[in-house]
């Protein structure tokens, strides 16, 4: 279970990135409203950013904190709960400019398959949108094999 944890993890972080056209902070941009069908008046903020998860050791930034009924622990994982709290950089590198952070709630919410209920919230800690938080909420399922 584990192991469709971390991966199910990587595959979230990698479908939870916003891409952007930098500005001064590195991680907000402005986007084109002709090309998006937006009027000009619109008010559009794109930004890109990464999260960097730990899943053993001390320092650990992902974990179960409930472990899934005893009767799908092999099949489903459902009722699982895991949290993180993870520091959102500019770049993908784990030594890049500091954002912000991510805190989430992950719960295996099928009994038939591994799926999850994620709730993300991005936390801005950097330039014009310093305190602002983007909340994300979806399901996750993994058995899929293209998904978006």
Do not use: W
Not at 92 to 99: D, G, I
């Amino acid at each position: 279970m584990t192991t469709q944890f971390v991966i199910l993890s990587l595959l979230v972080s990698c479908n939870t990135l916003i891409y952007a056209n930098a500005e001064d902070t590195g991680f907000v941009g402005s986007l084109d409203h002709k090309a998006l069908g937006l009027k000009k008046k619109d008010k559009v903020s794109h930004f890109r950013f990464y999260f960097h998860e730990t899943f053993t050791g001390s320092n650990a930034t992902t974990v179960f904190v409930v472990p899934p009924l005893p009767q799908y622990s092999s099949t489903s994982s459902f009722g699982a709960i895991g949290v993180m709290d993870n520091v959102l950089t500019a770049g993908p590198e784990r030594t890049s400019k500091v954002v912000g952070r991510v805190e989430a709630l992950a719960a295996a919410t099928s009994q038939t398959e591994f799926n999850l209920l994620i709730f993300f919230n991005f936390i801005l800690t950097q330039g014009k949108y310093n305190g602002s938080t983007i909340t994300v909420l979806g399901r996750n399922r993994t058995s899929l094999k293209v998904y978006h």
